[in-house]
């Protein structure tokens, strides 16, 4: 069915565990998912098959050139114009983009979570609602930790690793920056449920 306007298009962005993706299942729960479209920029990282597993695992993947964000653009302007889109999938135990895809809807809104988001500029000036959560860097350090050994299939050196040589880095030189261009910051003392009540008091009369 043909939507009556224009989604409305939401960037949600903020540091590696930051808390991006528990704001976005409080969003679709709050919305429904049947006005929401979900994208998330991890989907957009670039295929690595071609190289060894072991250069792979040395990539920088928290650089904004580590994605293809002109092909998450592309997305957001097919969305945005009342067409779906096929979502890369992406393994990050292999850091390679698997052969299938995922069909996204067009909805009334568009969410979309990542860190770099803000960080690019085509991408930035793609959304309606530029959202950074903001978390200390202790509490996302724990949670990327947590994260990557149970659902990435990572030891906690290489997590480490990764942290210092580039997370933390390109946090400091992209991230945290970006911040500054956000519409909205909310702070991490405050409950997902809590975080989607203020988007939402600020999308209400914008939706179809």
Known sequence: MPLRHPPFAVAIAGGSGSGKTSLTRALVEALGPDRCAVLDHDSYYRDLSHLPLEARAEANFDHP????????????????????????????????RL???TAVEP??????EGILLLAVPELREAFDLR???????????????QRDIVERGRTVQSVVRQYLQSVKPM????????RSTADLVLGWQHTPAEWAATVLAMLRGRLS
């Open 65 to 96: 050139e580590s994605l293809e964000n002109g092909l998450l653009a592309e997305h957001l302007a097919s969305l945005r114009a009342g067409r779906a889109v096929e979502r890369p999938l992406y393994d990050f135990a292999s850091h390679t």
């Open 107 to 112: 909805r009334p809104v568009i969410l979309c």
């Open 171 to 178: 946090h400091e030189r992209f991230v945290e920056p970006a």
């Open 99 to 101: 052969p299938a895809t």
């Open 131 to 145: 959202v950074y959560v903001d978390t200390p860097a202790d509490v996302r350090a724990l949670r990327r930790v």
